[in-house]
């Protein structure tokens, strides 16, 4: 294949980083599609009040792009949206970005994708890169009366900004980290803050210090600094948590368990410990990490709500003891639909088959990446990637190394297509199921990390088995034309 045009769906960070490095693989006809009028995916849609990236900055940074200006050590995501834009201008991939585009279908017929955007754009392309984002769909409770609340109520990926909060009596739902940051950061400002619990979660203590100016123009200047962080943080993570989580038995675990223990014993009134204390193990589902949740969660204008909630009504929530929590304003942090990966987009394959029937039982992906019958269409964080508490940005920048030198391979053969075969995506999900059962997300929690069977989706295997397998496509199992 020669000069293949590529189209990139989604200028968040995979896309950003996909055009950058199709850029420096000297594939020059590359147009990145994005609905939005702005870059950055997750960065520009999560503004609320607290948000902070929960790994490392150095860690959670492009490895060709360090960043020295990092303020901390988990820095607040208006900084990482501004880092994707700074990079994306630097590489020049803004050029090539078309706004307000939403690719609507995408279908392989005559040997070639065919797109349309839902604004009636049409292209096409011999490589379609997916970077549409996991946590991208906001997911919304089904709660009896919500519409009826005459407060402001709105999910935390849609932050209303016009909505004060200053001495407002706020309501939060849901327990994930996004919940745990919002209350930690709310707290002091409003007159009452309320989290509705449904489930309580494990909590590891993580300080947020910022770097000084010294340390800041300390990486300015040696950059090698920056690298030394990076590696140690990436070994920490990988050695002390990805890698164990896949062995529901690591001594690690119980480590990590312990530590949350520890913090939790810092809850001084023992009813509230309690109320607070998750019924499963520790990283069962994924753990949090805060600079004070449990300082925030005893304040004295704080107040958890275990009961279940009944209905929401013009004044508040009714929980099923009867007790109407009166509010001014209602935060859904209620998560995300993680199983729709690449759609509402209508993808249709070689075979013509719509892949929404092919995951009808839900998304599957080989090696997290590409699905039998749709040639050249490369999912970054696809289904049953690495997911858990590290960076997004290594998994796709393993997943990006290995697509370009599959897409070498072809083009160095005289062919122009890559699908996996058939008996290599079988053989893998058999094997992914197996070992899925032996991990901590299989120990007796619920969370977004299992399927509809109760089945944990994400890669079971060793974050170092995931370095492996991408470090070189094994072309045995790709069906090439
Ligand atoms: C609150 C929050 C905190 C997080 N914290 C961390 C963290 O600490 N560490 C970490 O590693 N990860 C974190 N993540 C995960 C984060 O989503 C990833 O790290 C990363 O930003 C994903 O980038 P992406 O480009 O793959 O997807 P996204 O950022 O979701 O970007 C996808 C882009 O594709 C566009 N798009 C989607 N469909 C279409 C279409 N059909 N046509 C055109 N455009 C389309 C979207 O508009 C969007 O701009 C967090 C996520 C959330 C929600």
Same mark, same amino acid.
């Given at each position: 294949?020669?000069? /293949? ?43 609320? /009040? ?16 360090? &960043? ?18 700074? @990079? ?116 590891? /203590? ?34 002390? !948590? ?21 913090? %939790?014993?810092?809850?001084?009134? /023992? ?57 001014? @304003? ?45 040639? &050249?269409?490369?999912?970054? &964080?696809?289904?049953?990637?690495? @997911? ?61 990390? %299992?399927?509809?069977?109760? %089945? ?6 060793? !974050? ?10 094994? %072309? ?6």
């Amino acid at each position: 294949m020669s000069g /293949p045009r590529v189209v990139v769906i989604g200028a968040g960070m995979s896309g950003i980083l996909a055009a950058i490095k199709l850029g420096e693989a000297g594939i020059r006809d590359v147009v990145v599609y994005e609905k939005a009028d702005r870059l950055g995916g997750t960065w520009r849609e999560n503004t609320y /009040p607290g948000l902070t990236c929960d790994v490392p900055s150095h860690f959670y940074s492009y490895s060709f792009a360090l &960043n020295p200006e990092w303020s901390h050590r988990f820095p607040p995501g208006a900084e990482i949206e501004a880092y994707f834009e700074e @990079v994306a201008r630097r590489y020049g991939v803004d050029r090539l970005i078309r706004y307000g585009a939403e690719v609507d279908r995408c279908a392989f017929e005559g040997g070639r994708w065919r797109l349309a955007t839902r604004d009636g754009r049409a292209d096409e392309a011999d490589i379609v890169i997916a970077a549409t984002g996991v946590l991208h769909h906001p997911s919304h409770p089904d709660i009896a009366g919500l519409d009826g609340f005459t407060g402001a109520c709105f999910h935390s990926a849609r932050w209303d900004h016009a909505v004060p909060l200053d001495g407002r009596r706020v309501g939060v739902v849901g327990t994930g980290s996004t919940a745990i940051q919002i209350v930690t950061a709310l707290v002091d400002r409003v007159a009452t803050l309320r989290l509705f619990q449904r489930t309580a979660q494990w909590i590891a /203590p993580a300080a947020n210090p910022p770097y000084s100016e010294e340390e800041k123009e300390g990486f300015r200047h040696d950059p090698a600094a920056m690298l030394a962080i990076r590696e140690e943080t990436t070994r920490a993570f990988e050695d002390g !948590f990805a890698n164990v989580l896949v062995d529901a038995d690591h001594p690690m675990l119980h480590a990590i368990q312990a530590g949350c223990e520890a913090y %939790l014993d810092t809850v001084r009134d /023992p009813v509230l410990r309690e109320k607070l204390r998750p019924n499963y193990r520790a990283a069962c589902k994924r753990l949090i990490m805060s600079d004070g949740f449990y300082e925030a969660i005893q304040r004295p204008n704080a107040i958890l709500v275990t009961e279940g909630i009944e209905r929401v009504e013009p004044a508040g929530v009714r929980t099923r003891d009867g007790a109407l929590h009166e509010l001014d @304003v209602l935060v859904l942090a209620t998560g995300f639909r993680v199983d729709q990966f690449v759609r509402p987009m209508r993808v249709v394959g070689r075979d013509g088959v719509p892949l929404d029937d092919v995951w009808r039982d839900g998304p599957f992906a080989y090696m997290a990446l590409t699905v039998p019958e749709l040639p &050249n269409f490369f999912m970054l &964080n696809g289904p049953n990637g690495p @997911v858990g508490n590290f960076s997004l940005i290594d998994v796709a920048e393993l997943q990006m190394h290995y697509v370009m030198q599959l897409v070498e391979a072809v083009r160095s053969s005289g062919r122009r297509e890559a699908s996996p075969t058939r008996a290599a995506m079988a053989r893998f999900d058999a094997d992914r199921r197996q070992a899925a059962k032996t991990t901590i997300w299989n120990t007796g929690c619920k969370s977004w990390y %299992l399927d509809a069977t109760g %089945l944990p989706t994400a890669w079971p295997w060793t !974050f170092r088995r995931f370095r492996d397998e991408m470090a070189q496509p094994r %072309l045995d199992d790709f069906d090439l034309r």
